[in-house]
């Protein structure tokens, strides 16, 4: 059992490039998310996902899109890259994201730098 | 916005020591949740509390989830190495789906 699963775990971008960072989980969890942690500032939610074909934004979502075509699958998109989107991101799953789920299970982290 | 503060930011201790870390919250949560990140790692849970007053246990660790659901405390007793790392609360307010998290305390054993 995988859990979640994040790719790559580094990547160097120039400013202005795009990429992809890929999540998939094999719990069969609704709830899927994106995090970034930076220094002293904890985690914050850059987008979520309730379901396939559903998403939503959330503290920091600027910068990033997300899609959900699958319960296991949730891709963060970097349009066009920025130091300031220098960061670790944390994508974290489970059963349905509402306050009484329970635990987020979190993948190991992307660390990327944007030069 | 609604926000969790968490103290101290970084807490030094002897082995053997007690540590303690707090979360206040501006308003009221549903629950409160305890992550341990280990250097380098990635966060993992150690707790769910979501009634008023609550307190449980495992082993060395005790939380506390206060009477208004607005304050919640992990204590360590007698740190041991393994203990070491960022200890993050986090709790659901107003959203149903968004966790709002303190930003975490680093636990340091001096050598």
């Known amino acids: 059992n995988a859990g979640v699963t994040q790719t790559p775990k580094f990547q160097v971008l120039k400013t202005g490039q795009s990429m992809t960072l890929q999540c998939a989980q094999d719990m069969n969890h609704e709830y899927m998310s994106w995090y970034r942690q930076d220094p002293g500032m904890g985690l914050r939610l850059i987008h979520y996902s309730v379901g396939a074909g559903i998403t939503d934004q959330g503290e920091v979502p600027n910068g990033y899109n997300v899609s959900r075509s699958t319960t296991e699958d949730f891709p963060l998109r970097l349009l066009s890259a920025a130091p300031s989107q220098t960061s670790v991101y944390f994508c974290?799953?489970?059963?349905?994201?509402?306050?009484?789920?329970?635990?987020?299970?979190f993948g190991e982290g992307s660390r990327l730098t944007v030069l | 916005g609604q926000q969790v503060m968490q103290i101290p930011q970084y807490q030094h201790v002897q082995e053997g020591e007690d540590f303690t870390t707090y979360c206040n919250s501006s308003?009221?949560?549903?629950?409160i949740q305890w992550y341990k990140q280990r250097p380098g790692g990635h966060p993992v849970f150690l707790i769910q509390l979501v009634k008023s007053g609550e307190v449980k246990k495992q082993k060395r660790l005790t939380f506390q989830f206060g009477e208004a659901k607005k304050n919640s405390s992990l204590h360590i007793t007698a740190t041991q190495t393994t203990d070491v790392g960022t200890y993050f609360c986090a709790g659901h307010g107003d959203s149903n789906y968004q966790l709002i998290w303190g930003a975490g305390t680093k636990l340091i054993i001096k050598p």
């Open positions: 974290a799953s489970s059963e349905t994201g509402g306050w009484n789920t329970g635990e987020l299970f």
């Open positions: 308003t009221t949560l549903s629950n």
